[in-house]
């Protein structure tokens, strides 16, 4: 099966990596992808436009990257990849 499509991809706010973009001095407002700018959203651009797919860019709900519950679950962006909540993530991980 090929992914044609792919609907988020996930990320914390971070600069350099992904940073909201100021709005426009005519005062127009900025929507979807172009909401945001930074080292991630560039390297997504590139590696999207390559596997030919739509995507769409979404911040990670919980505003974390991912820590192990006393449960054996993840929280953050780890979570919602394990969850399958969302398919991908990039961001600086050590």
């Known amino acids: 099966m090929y992914v044609t499509e792919l609907r988020w991809s996930l990320y914390v706010q971070s ?8 709005p426009p001095d005519d005062g127009s407002k900025l ?3 172009a909401r945001y700018e930074g080292y991630c959203v560039d390297l997504s651009q590139m590696l999207f436009e390559m596997l030919d797919m739509d995507y769409e860019l979404r911040l990670v709900g919980d505003v974390r990257y991912g820590s192990k519950q006393p449960n054996g679950t993840w929280d953050g962006m780890v979570g919602e990849l394990t969850n399958r909540v969302r398919r991908i993530c ?3 991980l050590t």
């Open 15 to 22: 600069s350099p990596y992904l940073d909201m973009r100021k």
């Open 31 to 33: 929507t979807g992808n």
């Open 90 to 92: 990039m961001h600086e």
